[in-house]
C-alpha cells in the first residue's frame, strides 16, 4: 500500500555514484525475504484502510537505511558516514513518522569503537543533506510537523540517537544536538558513559552526576529520554529524576525471556507510573519467549501482551529497531562494538538462531503486521490506535516544548 507522495528518489542521486561517493550494491527494501502472510478478509482489510487513513502511525524506534547486499561491506559502509534512506520502504509502510537513530555508534569515520562527537554530526550533516534533496520524508520537531506531514502524504522523520556518550562532559553538546533537531536520545548504551551505567556492566552504580545534570538539561531542552540500553538501576534513577515522562523505546520484559537487554517488572512498571512508554522491539533474537523460542512476530506480540497486561495498554507503543537488509548479518559484523554476547544473564536461555525476524523484517512491513496480528486478536479501533500512535502523541506533549 503507498499512500505517500513518493517521487522515486534514491539516495544521493543528485551526486555520481563511484566519482562523489562509493557506490555499494544494497539491500532490496521490498520482499527481501518471503512477506508474512496473514490471510485477512475484506472486513479485516477495510479496519486497516481506515486505522492507517484516519489515525498517527508512530514508530518510537528504527533505522530505516539500507544496508548493503553483501554484509561484509557494512564497516566500510558506515566509517564512510553516508546512510542510504529506504524512501520506497518507508513510502509503502504506513507509518506517517518515524523515530530514525541514524548510525549512531556505529559510525566510525575517525574511531573503530563509535560514539565519536565529530562523526555523530557529520553522520547528521550528511543525512539531512541527502534528506533535504527529496520531499517525503521531512524532518520534524513537534507534533504539528508530524500532523502536517500525514496531511501532506509525507514521513515524518524525528531525529533520534541511541546514546549521550559523544556529549562526554559537556552538558551544552545537549544545546547542540537539540539545534541539530535531536528530539529523543538515550542516556547511555550498554557500555557506561559518564552519564550512567550499561546494561553489560557486571556491577551498577546507576545515574552519575553529570548524568542527573544531563536528565536535567534534556527536560529544560524538551528532548525526550530513552533509557532502552541503561542498566537497571540508571533506569530507575532517570524515571525518578526526569520531571517528565520517558521512553523505554525499544525494549521487552525479561520475564518472559532473560537477558540484559530486555527490561525487569519493576523498571516496566517504574516507568508506566510516571507517565513513560515501553515500545516493544523486534531486532534478531531479543523479544524471544519459551512459548516461542523461534523469534518472530508471534513471539514478539507476546512481550507485548504482557508489558500490557502488567501496566496498561495506555504505556505501550512500537519500537521494531529494524533495518533494511541483513539485521541478523549487522549484528555478526558488529558483535563486539553492541556487546551483544555480553547481553546474556548466567540464566539466559539458549534460543533457536533465525535469519530474519518473520513478520517484522523491516520498516516497510512492520506496522502492517502488527496492526494485521492485532485486528485478528481482536484488538478494537481504539486500542490499535493508543499503541500505534496516540500514546506516543500523548507523552510528547508533555516533553517536546
Not at 489515525?55 to 561484509?72: F, G, Q, T, W, Y
Amino acid at each position: 500500500m503507498n499512500n505517500k507522495n513518493y517521487s522515486g528518489y534514491r539516495s544521493y542521486q543528485y551526486l555520481e555514484p563511484d566519482k562523489d561517493y562509493k557506490d555499494f550494491e544494497l539491500a532490496k527494501e521490498i520482499n527481501r525475504v518471503k512477506p508474512y502472510e496473514s490471510n485477512l478478509n475484506e472486513s479485516e482489510k477495510e479496519i486497516i484502510k481506515d486505522i492507517f487513513d484516519n489515525n498517527l502511525m508512530i514508530s518510537v524506534h528504527e533505522h530505516p537505511r539500507r544496508l548493503p547486499k553483501d554484509i561484509s561491506e557494512l564497516t566500510e559502509m558506515n566509517s564512510l558516514g553516508r546512510e542510504f534512506t529506504g524512501y520506497e520502504g518507508l513510502s509503502v509502510s504506513g507509518l506517517d513518522a518515524v523515530f530514525d537513530n541514524f548510525l549512531n555508534g556505529s559510525c566510525f569515520i575517525t574511531s573503530k569503537n563509535g560514539w565519536k562527537w565529530n562523526d555523530v554530526l557529520y553522520n547528521l550533516g550528511m543525512k539531512y543533506c541527502d534528506v533535504a534533496h527529496q520531499d517525503m520524508y521531512v524532518r520534524a520537531e513537534s507534533i504539528t510537523d508530524i500532523k502536517q506531514a500525514k496531511e501532506n502524504k509525507q514521513v515524518a522523520l524525528i531525529p533520534s540517537l541511541e546514546s549521550a556518550t559523544m556529549i562526554e562532559n559537556e552538558l551544552d553538546r545537549l544545546d547542540i544536538l537539540y539545534g541539530f533537531g535531536i528530539r529523543c536520545m538515550g542516556v547511555v548504551y550498554s557500555e557506561s558513559n559518564n552519564l550512567g551505567t550499561g546494561l553489560i556492566e557486571n556491577r551498577d552504580a546507576g545515574l552519575t552526576k553529570f548524568g542527573e545534570k544531563a536528565v536535567e538539561r534534556m527536560n529544560k531542552l524538551g528532548m525526550a529520554i530513552d533509557v532502552s540500553h541503561a542498566s537497571d538501576q540508571t533506569c530507575l534513577d532517570v524515571i525518578e529524576i526526569s520531571k517528565a515522562p520517558i521512553f523505554i523505546n525499544h525494549a521487552g520484559a525479561r520475564s518472559l525471556w532473560d537477558i540484559k537487554r530486555l527490561k525487569p517488572d519493576d523498571v516496566i512498571k517504574a516507568c508506566a507510573k510516571r507517565g513513560g512508554i515501553i515500545g516493544i522491539e523486534a531486532a534478531p533474537h531479543t523479544t524471544i519467549t519459551k512459548n516461542h523460542p523461534r523469534h518472530n512476530i508471534e513471539s514478539f506480540m507476546e512481550h507485548f501482551e504482557y508489558i500490557v497486561d502488567l501496566v496498561g495498554i495506555e504505556h505501550v507503543a512500537f519500537g521494531p529497531d529494524t533495518n533494511f537488509g541483513d539485521h541478523v548479518g549487522l549484528h555478526n559484523e558488529f558483535r563486539k562494538l553492541l556487546s551483544i554476547d555480553e547481553e546474556k544473564t548466567d540464566n539466559s536461555p539458549e534460543h533457536i538462531e533465525v535469519d530474519y525476524v518473520n513478520g517484522l523484517e523491516n520498516p516497510s512491513e512492520n506496522f502492517y503486521n502488527i496492526v494485521k496480528w492485532l485486528i485478528k486478536h481482536n484488538y478494537s479501533k481504539e486500542e490499535i490506535k493508543k499503541v500505534t500512535g496516540e500514546n506516543v502523541v500523548r507523552l510528547l506533549k508533555e516533553v517536546w516544548r
